[in-house]
């Protein structure tokens, strides 16, 4: 069973950076696209970034130059680095695991991150 455990949410200031950290299990995800996603209240939600097996990344506009994907494929772990976060970064955000086979995503839990001075 595929699951994935997301962790490392906060409440951070302006500016400041954060780390979110997921861990994969049931898989070794070799076929799969590692990522993030975020919602915010009433919103939908949206790619953030992803990662496939072999290091090629997508952004979302609104992130670039400011947050870092990167993934372990032995560890089956895949981190977002946030620098210069801004208040419209403030959502809820969940690891995702999209198969490039069958193009199923699973879902962590949720990590809330806030931020506000």
């Known amino acids: 069973q595929v699951q994935l455990v997301e962790s490392g949410g906060d409440l951070v200031q302006p500016g400041g950076s954060l780390t979110l950290s997921c861990i994969g299990s049931g898989t070794r995800f070799n076929n799969y696209l590692l990522g993030w996603y975020r919602q915010a209240p009433g919103k939908q939600r949206e790619l953030v970034a992803n990662?496939?097996?072999?290091?090629?990344?997508t952004y979302a506009d609104a992130v670039k130059g400011r947050f870092t994907i990167s993934r372990d494929n032995h560890k089956s772990t895949v981190q977002l680095q946030m620098n210069s976060l801004k208040l419209e970064d403030t959502a809820t955000y969940y690891c995702?695991?999209?198969?490039?086979?069958?193009?199923?995503?699973?879902w962590g839990q949720g990590t809330q991150v806030t931020v506000a001075s």
């Open positions: 995702s695991a999209t198969s490039t086979v069958s193009g199923f995503t699973h």
């Open positions: 990662v496939s097996y072999f290091g090629q990344t």
